[in-house]
């Protein structure tokens, strides 16, 4: 059955005029409102408004458009059915055939700064997701488009056989109700910032963790397999919004990317993001084998890779500035299995591209940006949801608890290694020295473990270095087994029931010893 009536009335008009003009030379009679209509007709677009097709004004301040039974009824009626046509008949409902509609940007709207509860109100859409429902529910008759990426192809569609296939029909209305739930989670959770207060509606603050929590993903790519071969992986994107970060990372060359692959690169992403100066980070199985900040990008790598050279085989790297060729001819004598950066020069390329399955992904802009985004984790029947560890030292907060103080150069290693914790998994230990790891223990079951793992895989000399600990230290004999190693200086949370016990093992080696009372547990 050929397509002869269509409905336009879209928010975002990219594309639009092009595609109605598509139209035209078919004869499809095109119905809008508002500011669509002003559009197509100073195009020349042939247009009829909707209040002339349902003799029915605009009113309540647009608010009521598009609500008419001429409108649903011409969506919805089954054109196989001879009461439905028998009724449309009688009622004078004229088919449409083809809607397209998309919604008052309500997202990035309740993102404004200064937001007013009215500006909030009245960015939810009725009539749009109203009309895109009736037009999916009906997809056996009514083609419904709702992504100007699909534009072309409904108008490749119409210009070949007057009408579009059932195919196309069925997939965008698909992609329809995926929109308009997601449009709906979002005006939820937003609304549950909505309070009584004296009287009237206000907007709370945002940062409470929503009673609901609505979330839309699509499919961005399927990956090579997930933990392991025998496991699918996919990898998925907030629907409706832009790529961001790492998942908006563009691959140069290399292989496929697995689960691992991306779950190493976020890791080392995320801590490479940590530091001001020239950084490289070596992750492996999501925990750093090295990790270092120097005055030049090939001096980060050189002591990110010292640390742990046999870890860092078969490992996934990080910069936080354009790679270069000088480091590039050094890491190629590595072998790694994926590179991370916000850029590669032309030497770097040239250096890389002969190890064909190396993966070499360029950030977006903004894409050292923190992650600020919810956490999520699965469990059974459940999903355990958290804010991201965002935590900063500030130096007022922090507490020398030894008798002796740490001198300037321990205060600045313990700023780099206290970063580098962060981003260890739990029990994490680290011990460095000039602005670079010298050995990390990490995911133990005990403390004193940890130590004892770093110290025993330490490639150098651990005399003057300090040691950072993610969390406290319950027993004097973990800070006792640092500074065997050599260590002189050691910042960790405190909070024990044994602090007193730890701070007098410390006084008795002369360790320095820092207090930050704050945790970094990463589970």
Not at 10 to 39: C, H, M, N, Q, Y
Not at 276 to 295: F, L, T, Y
Not at 347 to 375: I, M, V, W, Y
Not at 387 to 397: M, R, S, V
Request: proline content about 5%; hydrophobic content about 45%.
């Amino acid at each position: 059955m050929a397509v002869e009536r269509a409905l336009i009335s879209v928010f975002d008009k990219t594309g639009i005029v092009d595609f109605a003009k598509r139209l035209t030379p078919l004869r499809i009679e095109i119905l809008s409102t508002g500011g669509t209509a002003k559009l197509l007709r100073d195009a020349g677009v042939p247009v009829r408004d909707v209040s002339e097709f349902t003799g029915w004004p605009e009113m309540l301040g647009g608010r009521v458009k598009t609500l008419h039974p001429k409108v649903h009824g011409g969506l919805l009626f089954r054109r196989g059915h001879p009461e439905d046509r028998k009724q449309a008949a009688e009622h004078g409902i004229l088919p449409i055939d083809l809607v397209v509609v998309n919604l008052y940007p309500f997202e990035s709207t309740a993102a404004k700064a200064g937001l007013t509860v009215e500006e909030l109100i009245e960015n939810i859409d009725i009539g749009g997701p109203a009309m895109l429902r009736s037009a999916a529910k009906n997809f056996e008759s009514v083609t419904v488009v709702t992504d100007p990426a699909d534009y072309d192809r409904v108008a490749a569609e119409l210009e070949s056989a007057r009408d579009t296939s059932l195919t196309t029909r069925l997939e965008l209305a698909r992609k329809v109700y995926a929109a308009t739930s997601r449009y709906d989670g979002r005006i939820a959770m937003e609304l549950e910032r909505l309070s009584a207060a004296a009287g009237r509606v206000a907007l709370g603050e945002k940062g409470a963790l929503p009673q609901r929590l609505h979330i839309a993903l699509l499919r961005q790519r399927q990956l090579r397999y997930g933990e392991n071969p025998h496991q699918a992986a996919a990898l998925y994107v907030p629907a409706g919004c832009a790529p961001r970060g790492l998942a908006a990372a563009k691959q140069l060359q290399g292989k496929e990317l697995s689960y691992n692959n991306l779950a190493d690169l976020e890791a080392a992403r995320s801590l490479a993001a940590e530091f001001r100066r020239p950084a490289a980070v070596i992750m492996k199985h999501n925990n750093p084998s090295g990790a270092a900040e120097q005055e030049t990008l090939l001096e980060a790598y050189s002591k990110a890779y010292a640390c742990d050279p046999v870890s860092a085989f078969g490992g996934v790297l990080a910069f936080n500035r354009v790679a270069d060729g000088a480091t590039a001819q050094e890491v190629a004598k590595l072998f790694v299995e994926c590179i991370v950066a916000p850029g590669f020069d032309e030497e770097a390329r040239t250096a890389f591209g002969a190890k064909k399955n190396l993966r070499l992904l360029e950030l977006p802009p903004n894409g050292l940006d923190p992650n600020r985004a919810l956490q999520l984790k699965q469990i059974s029947g459940g999903v355990l949801v958290q804010e991201p560890d965002l935590g900063e030292l500030a130096d007022n907060e922090l507490r020398t608890v030894s008798k002796r103080a740490p001198t300037a150069e321990e205060m600045h290693t313990m700023s780099f290694a206290w970063k580098v914790a962060k981003h260890v998994k739990s029990n994490a230990i680290v011990f460095a020295r000039g602005g670079a790891t010298l050995a990390v223990g990490a995911g133990q079951m005990s403390r004193v473990d940890s130590v004892k793992i770093a110290v025993m895989k330490a490639r150098t000399s651990l005399q003057g270095s300090i040691v950072a600990s993610d969390a406290f230290f319950p027993f004097p004999d973990g800070v006792e087994e640092a500074a065997k190693a050599g260590a002189t200086a050691v910042i960790q949370p405190g909070g024990s029931v044994r602090d007193n016990e730890v701070i007098a093992a410390a006084d008795r080696l002369s360790v320095a010893m820092i207090f930050t009372g704050m945790r970094h547990f990463l589970h």
